[in-house]
T-cell receptor, first 113, second 112 residues
């Protein structure tokens, strides 16, 4: 199993550009989520999904869109990048049962100029 | 807002010593989890403790949970240089589904 994979690993954008961060998992997990990690802030939840076709907002959803058309994939779209979105982005997956472990991808380091 | 606050923010010890880090949280939880993050890497799940449990062990790790004080501690015994990493507590809130709310983390450095 590859686990949770994320692409790209690094990305530099100009203000106003759009892009999609890719996340895929091969563990047949229903639950998938996106976090951003900023220095001194820990991880904050952006969006999450409990299954294909179902998404919901987390703590910091503004400026980001998600969709979940398959169990395996959960892309994160930046509509119009801003310098405040410079961060490291992590995708995670797990089973819907709330006591279960979540598995994290290696992260995407995004810089917005 | 952050659910958890971790203490200390940074910790430096010698190899072979024990490392203790603490996590406090604000609201009722279903469970509390500890994750490790090596520099520039993703997070790795270490251990989960449910709200009705008081202590759990896994190898050199010992986690305690005091729901009356809304706090948890992670003890790493006989630390090794390879334990150098950031450690985060994360809570699953009661009625919060699968959502994890992370603390700000403790940076542990284990020196030879």
């Amino acid at each position: 199993n590859a686990g949770v994979t994320q692409t790209p690993k690094f990305q530099v954008l100009k203000t106003g550009q759009s892009m999609t961060l890719q996340c895929a998992q091969d563990m047949n997990h229903e639950y998938m989520s996106w976090y951003r990690q900023d220095p001194g802030m820990g991880l904050r939840l952006i969006h999450y999904s409990v299954g294909a076709g179902i998404t919901d907002q987390g703590e910091v959803p503004n400026g980001y869109n998600v969709s979940r058309s398959t169990t395996e994939d959960f892309p994160l779209r930046l509509l119009s990048a801003a310098p405040s979105q410079t961060s490291v982005y992590f995708c995670a997956s797990g089973r819907v049962a709330s006591t279960d472990t979540q598995y994290f991808g290696p992260g995407t380091r995004l810089t917005v100029l | 807002s952050q659910q958890g606050e971790e203490d200390p923010q940074a910790l430096s010890i010698q190899e072979g010593e024990n490392a203790t880090m603490n996590c406090s949280y604000k609201t009722s939880i279903n469970n509390l989890q500890w994750y490790r993050q090596n520099s520039g890497r993703g997070l790795v799940h270490l251990i989960l403790i449910r709200s009705n449990e008081r202590e759990k062990h896994s190898g050199r790790l010992r986690v305690t949970l005091d729901t009356s004080k809304k706090s948890s501690s992670l003890l790493i015994t006989a630390s090794r240089a390879a334990d150098t990493a950031s450690y985060f507590c994360a809570t699953v809130l009661t009625g919060g589904g699968n959502k994890l709310t992370f603390g700000t983390g403790t940076q542990l450095k284990v020196e030879l």
